[in-house]
């Protein structure tokens, strides 16, 4: 069988997941250090609550960060939503360039939990995996 190139293989048509664990509880901390050897393009992120924010507003809230960048359409607000709320961000669509920390990053609130995951495909406009192996 022909290698595939970059525009029909089914790593860069298919949206793939990536579960980061559960975030630190704290205020503006960051958790969930990773990084993928391919470009990426980020679509949507979901936050499963876990523990409770004390917060009603967005100071209870996750957003992806690559690198020190916040990445904007990210932001989901959990406010003081119970355990087993689901909270989505709408598509994002930013391309993350290989090697880049992704991680996740909390508001303002001191107790809230969540687990997050992120739905991405390897972008295919630059070639940093082929396909061939």
Excluded at 9 to 29: C, D, E, K, M, W
Excluded at 33 to 58: E, F
Excluded at 64 to 79: E, K, W, Y
Aim: proline share 3%; charged share 10%.
């Amino acid at each position: 069988m022909a290698n595939q190139g970059n525009y029909d293989h089914p790593s860069y048509i298919v949206r793939q997941i990536l579960h980061f664990p559960a975030t630190t509880a704290g205020a503006n901390g960051t958790s969930g250090l990773t990084a993928l050897p391919w470009d990426i393009r980020v679509h949507n992120m979901s936050a499963v609550v876990v523990t409770a924010g004390t917060s009603a507003t967005s100071g209870n809230k996750v957003f992806l960060l690559a690198g020190t960048a916040s990445q904007a359409g990210s932001d989901i607000s959990l406010g003081t939503s119970v355990a087993n709320t689901v909270g989505t961000s709408g598509d994002i669509n930013v391309k993350v360039t290989a090697g880049t920390v992704l991680s996740v990053k909390n508001g303002t609130d001191a107790t809230g939990v969540a687990r997050v995951t992120l739905e991405y495909n390897i972008s295919p406009d630059t070639g940093t995996w082929l396909g061939t192996s």
